[in-house]
């Protein structure tokens, strides 16, 4: 008996490395595969079947026998068949002494494929089914340069193709759910995204449409969240947003004693510090906002960030699908904001819950969006202006210009309305063009009509994403060469808000404006982020105080220091200063005192229409003059 010991691998637990999974199918050869599914024995065909027998029992992963019925002629025995054979022999014991041989020809006769090792499995394959039409998967013989030595199961060379295929399927199934678990989480935290879960909020509200089974939505926040990233850096606000994405997520365990794959809940983050919990099945309709106040609590203890003790809070939003104006998922969404944000301007480190009053907000909000798209185009947008006048004098130096939007059923819709709104939706670019276009045009006329002598500016508002517009500044150098006008009158007003975020970028921006001849003010001085000393970085020519300060100065003297304070660091910076929101006489003596260069206001003049406009420019009065005349 003459034995070619092998390691032997059951055929179906071979395991293709992720090598092969790239590798064509029809390069794999059935060497490759006889090397994994290994190999048979070899018994000279005149040993006693027992002999053959007692083999297959030892080596119990053999996957067949190679006979050798005469010397150089060799036939497989498949081991299945052969050990049942055999079996059922030895246990009669009738045949056990006869040599192997006797029962090959008998069961197998000599109609057995030889096939070199080379072939590829796929061709093996083929050749074996077309041999073998009674599916009865046959062994094959493998030849290695002509010589047999290896029998291969035909089965096993199937399976063997069906796991590589399964491999290859896995391996691209894998990379695919990557990709798609990639684009629906954030990388961060591993929270679920945005587009996460707006998608499971659209089942959510399908869910609920079929069981009527309420859901809720809490939008959070965190305060103080911008002061922590920037005074200990990213990476600090990143370990903050990680670790509070962990204690949201434990709290919502603890509460709901499910974990999120349970799929009752999901806490994704939206972007910055804005999370958002989906809460469905709801048990009663108090769970929403003792889950908001849960979360609070669970925020409250400091956080350890790189070293620093860090404390946030949540201002959450909270609203259901029974409250909400629509089930499509944006408005919930939206709704859940409006909320956080009455959360937030009553005070922060609390929740709101939207309710009937922001339900009729959100339904005007969504009518005034589309209105507003309409609204260019349906003539109902016009400027205002409102007169600059010179602190000492009185005299009027230019106009501010003042979208205006007058709708045939809404009425007049104030600026403060639609303006964040066009922000949002980006309609503000067109808007701003409109602005910018008609405030120049009048700028022309007015200047023929007062010559060339007397002072005449036009200001006009720009957003932060009209400046990031790629044509902003083509268009504004257009508009100045049609209208012929002087660039050095012209006068862009930007809020502190553009100076957070992309700098660099928004200072580029702005230095192409200045070296057009273009001067530009900051608008709203005081109410934002910008700190004084970022100041310098903008090259402004003008400061706008905000009118919130002129309100308090005659109550508060705390207020009068720090206005004086504004103007100075203004005139060290080489900056004029206007003063905006001026009503009353007392205020125009404060500020008068203050030293500072232009004021506006409604002691002077509301914003009016351009014909009134010009008639307060041609008679040079001003509702001051008329005070000084009373
Ligand atoms: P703003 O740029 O700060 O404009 C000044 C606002 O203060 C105007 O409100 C004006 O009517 C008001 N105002 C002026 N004097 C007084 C006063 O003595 N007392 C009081 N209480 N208010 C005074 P308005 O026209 O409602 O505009 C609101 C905001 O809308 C503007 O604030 C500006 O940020 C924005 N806006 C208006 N028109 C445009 C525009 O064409 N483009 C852009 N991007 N924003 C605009
Ligand atoms: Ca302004
Ligand atoms: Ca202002």
Known sequence: MELEPNPLTKPHEASPQVGSCTKRQSEVTIARVCSQAGQAMRLNGQAPLRDALDVLREQSELIGLLIEVEPGQVVPMYRIRTYQLLTRAYVKDLFS??????????????????????????DAIDAALARDVEYRYDPVIVTRGGVCREVLDVRAMIDHQRCMLADVLDEVDRQRQEAHHASRHDRLTGLPNRTHSLERLQEAANDAEARSKPYALLFLDFDRFKIINDSLGHDAGDQLLTLIARRM?????????????????????LGGDEFLVLLENLQDPGEPTHLAQQLIDAMRPPFNVCGHEVTTSPSIGVTTSATSASTVPGTLLRDADAAMYRAKNAGRNRYAVFDQSMHEQSLHRLRLENELRRALDRGEMTMFYQPIVASESGEITGFEALMRWFHPQLGEVSPGTFIPVAEENGMISALGSYALETALHQLADWRREVGNQRPMTMSVNVSKRQIFQPDFIDHLRQTIQQTGINPRDVNLEITESIVSGRSDEIVSVLNRVKAMGIRLSMDDFGTGMSSLTCLHRFPIDVLKIDRSFIKHLEKRTAYTAVVQAIVTLARNLGMSVTVEGVERMEQLAQVQALDCDQIQGYLFSRPVPAADAARLLRYGITLLEQHHAA
């Open 249 to 269: 997520m434990r709290t919502l365990e603890q509460f709901t004693g499910q974990k999120q794959d349970a799929g009752r809940w999901l806490a994704a983050r």
């Open 97 to 122: 002494h006869k040599p192997i041989t006797a029962f090959l020809r008998a069961q197998h006769g000599m109609n057995h494929l030889r096939l070199d090792a080379a072939t590829p499995i796929g």
